[in-house]
């Protein structure tokens, strides 16, 4: 027989209308009779009835998630997080791909389906945060990502990019390398993620008073990365280093130095970002920059049930950690 808001109250020792806030995702309810309740409803395998959820609060349950596309593999993981912190707040994740258009981004933010969705999650590429701000149709609404002018009016989470591509940059700077190249930026998207990583490693170069060398692409995947490299590698001078805006672009560039006969990190040490799978079964393993992905699923997902409670984030803008994962790529081989 299928399973009542009443059995979940009574496997989880607390009242229905306990189980009602915790599945509507209502505030200041001690974590441990959240835990107890979800605990519940997954044993029970507990599915509340939307339509009578709609009609009590206003609300469908439903939050919106637009990323890019869902082949890039950070992507893909960030969509599961959050689609599973959601879940354990009681929400489903309806996801729309933007394919980096601004006018899909304009649309979206816009309110494309305003009747659908009770709060949006945005990752985008095009649209800058003012231009978010303007295209809002007052849904509430989570930025992933950073710029340069960040937004006065949304919450956002993201990790610091001019940080962490500092540390990637001054990782290959303390290794010895000289001649560090970056491959990443993105022709007319100007104040965005791309753009953040290119301050950093400037900043970090120039420090070190070194050269910026700087290669752009049009997509963050591997066949970009491979021409990249190449055209690098065609230079007269050859850089001794390179950091990668993108795991995809860097394996992209492994395959085209292992291609014209180079050794990694030998002749070209190699850094990417975002420490997907596929760079630790790479060969060598690729070393990478690693976003706490887990911990922008949570803040983005509370933050957007916290503005369906009418709470404004006591912090509306949040910085999330990230680790720099030296591999073989960078270091070399660990003596055995």
Not at 64 to 89: H, M, N, S, W
Not at 103 to 112: K, V
Not at 299 to 323: F, N
Request: charge should be neutral; proline fraction near 6%; charged fraction near 25%.
């Amino acid at each position: 027989m299928k399973a009542r808001q009443s059995d979940v109250a009574r496997e989880a020792g607390v009242s229905p209308r306990t189980v009602s806030n915790v599945i509507n995702g209502y505030p200041h309810i001690k974590p441990e009779t959240v835990a107890r309740v979800q605990a519940a409803i997954k044993k029970l395998n507990y599915i509340p009835n939307r339509s009578a959820r709609t009609l009590r609060t206003g609300k469908i349950g439903i939050i919106g998630l637009a990323v890019p596309e869902l082949t890039l593999p950070y992507f893909a993981d960030l969509a599961t997080k959050i689609t599973t912190a959601a879940e354990a707040r009681g929400y489903t994740i309806l996801i729309d791909i933007t394919e980096g258009k601004a006018d899909r981004e304009r649309l979206i933010a816009g309110g494309l389906r305003p009747h659908a969705i009770d709060g949006l999650i945005l990752s985008p590429l095009r649209l800058r945060a003012r231009e978010v701000d303007d295209a809002s149709d007052g849904t509430p609404l989570v930025l992933l990502g950073e710029w340069s002018e960040p937004s006065s009016n949304h919450a956002y989470v993201g990790v610091d990019n001019i940080a962490a591509a500092g540390a990637a940059t001054q990782h290959l700077i303390e290794l010895g390398r000289r001649r560090i190249a970056a491959i990443g930026t993105v022709p007319g998207r100007e104040g965005g993620t791309a753009s953040q990583r290119f301050e950093g490693y400037r900043r970090a170069v120039t420090a070190a008073g070194l050269p910026v060398r700087q290669e752009s692409v049009l997509k963050f995947n591997r066949m970009q990365g491979e021409a990249a490299m190449e055209r690098l590698l065609d230079d007269d001078l050859r850089p001794d280093a390179v950091f990668c805006f993108n795991d995809l672009v860097a394996v992209g560039a492994l395959a085209t130095l292992r291609r014209r006969g180079l050794s990694v990190p030998g002749d070209v040490a190699l850094i990417g970002w975002d420490d997907i799978r596929e760079v630790a079964y790479s060969w060598p393993p690729i070393s990478s920059i690693r976003a706490d992905s887990d911990q922008i699923a949570a803040i983005a997902v509370d933050m957007i049930i916290d503005q369906l409670a009418g709470v404004r984030p006591a912090e509306l803008h949040r910085t999330v950690g990230y680790s720099l994962i030296a591999r073989e790529s960078t270091v070399g081989p660990t003596p055995s």
